[in-house]
T-cell receptor
Framework: DAGVIQSPRHEVTEMGQEVTLRCKPI?????LFWYRQTMMRGLELLIY????????DSGMPEDRFSAKMPNASFSTLKIQPSEPRDSAVYFC????????????FGPGTRLTVL | GENVEQHPSTLSVQEGDSAVIKCTYS??????FPWYKQELGKRPQLIID?????GEKKDQRIAVTLNKTAKHFSLHITETQPEDSAVYFC?????????????FGAGTRLTVKP
């Protein structure tokens, strides 16, 4: 298995533009998490899904952020409109909820909003 | 919800010395405590974890201890090497079988000087 796959790895955009981050979890994993990492706030859980259903989105900072998981192998995190303070590394992670809960992280997407 | 505090935020040691990172948590129902290592520019990866039914766990040069009464747990690295330099995150969650309430500490940047 290739592990958790994220795309793009780097994204530079201008304020006000829509940004879509993508994630492919490890096959068979039933939990998927989106995290944001910044120097100031560390690693923050934004939202997580179980069996494609959003369970807890209390970490989503604002209505500008939305996440979907249309099927077991794909999830998106969208920011519309983007702002400079959204600049961060966004990680996707997946885990198998029926066994030990190691979260496997993707390589992350480094987002820069100018 | 769970609140995890981690200290110190930065730690510098000489190669060969030991390093200790400490975390406290607030939710007495938490019973799963993983530690993640994040090397510069890379994703967080699980290095060791401990469950509430044990007080200590070792894996080569790494050990974790847990004091449930005091609600704190620690990571110990002995005989540190330059490749141990990274940011280390502790985390806590209630259930060893799902991650929906896992919260991460702010991280400790460990530097091992050769």
């Amino acid at each position: 298995d290739a592990g958790v796959i994220q795309s793009p790895r780097h994204e530079v955009t201008e304020m006000g533009q829509e940004v879509t981050l993508r994630c492919k979890p490890i096959s068979g994993h039933d939990y998927l998490f989106w995290y944001r990492q910044t120097m100031m706030r560390g690693l923050e859980l934004l939202i997580y899904f179980n069996n494609n259903v959003p369970i807890d989105d209390s970490g989503m900072p604002e209505d500008r952020f939305s996440a979907k998981m249309p099927n077991a192998s794909f999830s998106t995190l969208k920011i519309q409109p983007s702002e400079p303070r959204d600049s961060a590394v966004y990680f996707c992670a997946s885990s198998l909820g029926t066994t030990y809960n190691e979260q496997f992280f993707g390589p992350g997407t480094r987002l820069t909003v100018l | 919800g769970e609140n995890v505090e981690q200290h110190p935020s930065t730690l510098s040691v000489q190669e060969g010395d030991s390093a200790v990172i400490k975390c406290t948590y607030s939710d007495s129902a938490s019973n799963y405590f993983p530690w993640y290592k994040q090397e510069l520019g890379k994703r967080p990866q699980l290095i060791i974890d401990i469950r509430s039914n044990v007080g200590e766990k070792k894996d080569q040069r790494i050990a974790v201890t847990l004091n449930k009464t005091a609600k704190h747990f620690s990571l110990h690295i002995t005989e540190t090497q330059p490749e141990d330099s990274a940011v280390y995150f502790c985390a806590a969650s209630r259930s060893p079988r799902n991650n929906n309430d896992m919260r991460f500490g702010a991280g400790t940047r460990l530097t091992v000087k050769p």
